[in-house]
């Protein structure tokens, strides 16, 4: 509690139990909420009341919440950073029915995909190589489109109107609608943030690191791709920050050149968990890289750390995802209360950067590479600290 502000006397004093006339003594905290006519007679009896009188407070900012409309749906959840929800979502967005959807769409289950053995690893003929290449290359089109809009001062649910609307365009469906009964068209997570996050009304600011994950159905295929982008001027001049995204955008690269038919593919792990760790970064170990195709998250499972004992062997022919998450913290999270955001449980910031693959007879394609226009890349890493 602040002291106490003199200023126009009024008729009586707020204190409950006070039959004096109003000092000239006014709450700072009100007139901090626009409140300007609560008058205490002395400084003795705002002490007294403090308990009462605060509820005026909270009242008021209530009011002022449903005014804008805007609000956080777990007031009382302990957020571990300083991201928060920000509702009412937006309505959902509609998918012309002439675009072909998936079978979570209407019923928000992924039955294809529970249905499939667990270890039976597709091998794509021609024909889905090619339809692979072409939902790839619209997905790469989608995430860019998105990502130019990134800039401080638009919300995430904007992002989310641009990718939807990309994705309609372009005569897809975007994967993650009604998957699982995910409300929205991508996923946007910023800062402490690991991943799923929900697009919805928070404004991103000068200095946020933000993930966008885009997955779209194309032709009876999946796209799956995301990057992780500097927010204003200020994150890229935050060392710790380029330092998580320039290093997770590395360890996805030194992965990818592994890809090669004969590899195993818990050989993933190590060289990301070598150089996360190079780094002063640690490798969040929930979330993995999944085969995908004409399902969204076939096998095979695909860990990101070292020591995992991982099965399956890369051959011609097949498809999926690499998309390590590093933290530069510790690599504990917290699931929020919408059950999809998950946020690292000591606040730090987290980055992630996912590529889809395809296993050729020689090496490796990368079906969702970067264009020479594409939004974001590297920026230069920040000289490491030195001691004195
Ligand atoms: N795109 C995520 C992945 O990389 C999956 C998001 S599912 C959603 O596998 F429902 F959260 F959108
Ligand atoms: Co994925």
């Known amino acids: 509690m602040d002291g106490i502000i003199p200023e126009q006397p009024r008729s009586k004093c707020l204190g409950a139990d006070c039959e004096n006339d109003a000092g000239s003594l006014q709450c700072p905290t009100c007139l901090k909420l626009d409140m300007h006519d609560s008058y205490f007679c002395s400084q003795e009896c705002f002490k007294r009341n403090w308990n009462e009188h605060k509820t005026l407070h909270k009242k008021a900012q209530d009011k002022a919440q449903n005014a804008t409309g805007f609000h956080n749906p777990f007031p009382k959840f302990p957020f571990t950073g300083s991201v928060r929800p920000v509702y009412p979502l937006s309505a959902r967005r509609a998918v012309p029915k002439s675009i072909a959807h998936p079978d979570w769409a209407v019923t928000g289950i992924p039955r294809g995909e529970e249905r499939l053995h667990r270890t039976r690893i597709e091998i794509l003929d021609a024909k889905g190589q090619e339809a692979m290449r072409k939902v790839c290359r619209l997905a790469r089109e989608v995430l860019d489109i998105a990502a130019a809009e990134i800039r401080p001062g638009v919300t995430t649910d904007y992002i989310d109107e641009v990718c939807h609307r990309a994705c ?28 799923h996050g929900i697009p919805d009304q928070r404004v991103l600011l000068d200095g946020d690191i933000l993930n966008l994950d885009v997955s779209i159905y194309h032709g009876g295929y999946h796209a799956d791709l995301n990057e992780t982008y500097y927010v204003g001027d200020r994150a890229l001049a935050d060392p710790d920050s380029v330092r998580v995204i320039e290093t997770t955008r590395e360890c996805l690269d030194e992965a990818i050149k592994l890809v090669k038919p004969g590899t195993p593919i818990r ?34 499972w695909i860990p990101h750390y070292a020591k995992n004992k991982a099965v399956g062997v890369c051959r011609p022919g097949m498809a999926f995802t690499i998309e390590p998450i590093l933290t530069l913290g510790k690599t504990r999270e917290v699931e929020w209360p919408d059950k999809w955001t998950n946020a690292t449980a000591d606040g730090k910031r987290t980055a992630q950067f996912e590529h889809t693959l395809l296993v050729t007879e020689t090496g490796v394609e990368v079906l969702t590479a970067r264009k020479e226009d594409s939004p ?9 600290p030195t001691n004195g």
């Open 267 to 300: 050989d993933f792990g190590a060289v990301i968990e070598k150089h996360a760790r190079s780094r002063g970064c640690r490798v969040v170990p929930t979330w993995g890289g999944h085969g995908i195709n004409t399902e969204f998250h076939p096998p095979p």
């Open 168 to 195: 309609i365009e372009r005569d897809s469906y975007p994967s993650p609608l009604n998957y699982n009964h995910f409300p929205k068209s991508l996923c946007t997570s910023p800062n402490e943030i690991v991943c």
């Open 376 to 384: 974001g890349g590297p920026v230069p890493m920040p000289p490491a």
